[in-house]
């Protein structure tokens, strides 16, 4: 089946600091990947749309220069959280979807991070 | 709002019982998708049934659609200590519910 892989799955770093997570599609290419972030026992909220070799779509509320986003390959999209503060700590997840209206989200394990 | 909402919000049952969720939706869908969760991990996709569909099978699941109420159900079958997971809906790349904690007690 179709595997997303994403990298660290825990940051742990001071303020200040700027932190990249990658999403890698390991057996599949995707033009299209997302990326949430999870609060403890809540749902997960997408903050944007990773489109390879365009800009990323932000949804409303979420700082685009705070969290950068690169897609530069059909199997590789970065999010990168810049100049870190306590508030950015969270779970952040990626996840890739194949072409097609029926295809389900496949999800990286997601990245841990926290802000000292 | 077009997310789907999960129905009970916990859930504790004994093993070997049986789970039940419930999704409900606003909008009209292609199709819906369930998803778990263990605590901490990413989401593992479960099942897609697609809006035709009005029920269907995966090993221990059963995943039944109803378009006209616009509800969804998931059914864990002989449940198991390690079926213990928050149970995710989706109408949409984005439209993720709160999701429901499911424990199951040895």
């Known amino acids: 089946g179709a595997v997303v892989s994403q990298h660290p799955s825990w940051v742990i770093c001071k303020s200040g600091t700027s932190v990249k997570i990658e999403c890698r599609s390991l057996?599949?290419?995707?033009?299209?990947m997302f990326w949430y972030r999870q609060f403890p026992k809540q749902s997960l909220m997408l903050m944007a749309t990773s489109n390879e070799g365009s800009k990323a779509t932000y949804e409303q509320g979420v700082e685009k220069d705070k969290f950068l986003i690169n897609h530069a390959s059909l199997t590789l999209s970065t999010l990168t959280v810049t100049s870190a503060h306590p508030e950015d700590s969270s779970f952040y997840i990626c996840?890739?979807?194949?072409?097609?209206?029926?295809?389900?989200?496949?999800f990286g394990d997601g990245t841990r991070l926290s802000i000292l | 709002s077009q997310q789907g909402e999960e129905d009970p919000q916990a859930l504790s049952i004994q093993e070997g019982e049986n789970a039940t969720m419930n999704c409900s939706y606003k909008t009209s869908i292609n199709n819906l998708q369930w998803y778990r969760q263990n605590s901490g991990r990413g989401l593992v996709h479960l099942i897609l049934?697609?809006?035709?569909?009005r029920e269907k099978h995966s090993g221990r699941l059963r995943v039944t659609l109803d378009t006209s109420k616009k509800s969804s159900s998931l059914l864990i079958t002989a449940s198991r200590a390690a079926d213990t997971a928050s149970y995710f809906c989706a109408t949409l790349y984005w439209a993720f519910g709160s999701g429901t904690r499911l424990s199951i007690r040895p």
């Open positions: 996840s890739a979807r194949l072409q097609g209206v029926n295809q389900p989200q496949h």
């Open positions: 057996d599949f290419q995707a033009t299209t």
């Open positions: 049934i697609r809006s035709n569909e």
